[in-house]
């Protein structure tokens, strides 16, 4: 299954998609959810500006986002 969420999406794309991976960036430390740079940057660009370890990220976002579509 392809994934969902890709690294080259746009963070705030990503969570009008589906919502509820908000708490899947917070938990990775990316808290700034409603700064500007949100609305810009991709979900690399967002994950190597805070450290953060991409591939762990992209599984857990794209885990979660799995999920959503399973309930639909």
Same mark, same amino acid.
């Given at each position: 299954?392809?994934?969902? !969420?890709?690294?080259? $999406?746009?963070?705030? +794309?990503? &969570?009008?998609?589906?919502?509820?991976?908000? @708490?899947?960036?917070?938990?990775?430390?990316?808290?700034? !959810?409603?700064?500007? $740079?949100?609305?810009? +940057?991709? &979900?690399?660009?967002?994950?190597?500006?805070? @450290?953060?370890?991409?591939?762990?990220?992209?599984?857990?976002?794209?885990?979660?986002?799995?999920?959503? +579509?399973?309930?639909?």
């Amino acid at each position: 299954m392809a994934d969902l !969420i890709t690294k080259d $999406m746009g963070i705030m +794309e990503a &969570i009008q998609k589906y919502p509820d991976v908000i @708490g899947v960036f917070v938990a990775h430390g990316l808290g700034c !959810i409603g700064c500007a $740079m949100a609305n810009f +940057e991709t &979900i690399e660009q967002g994950a190597m500006a805070h @450290g953060m370890d991409l591939e762990a990220l992209m599984r857990d976002l794209n885990e979660a986002a799995s999920n959503i +579509e399973g309930k639909k």
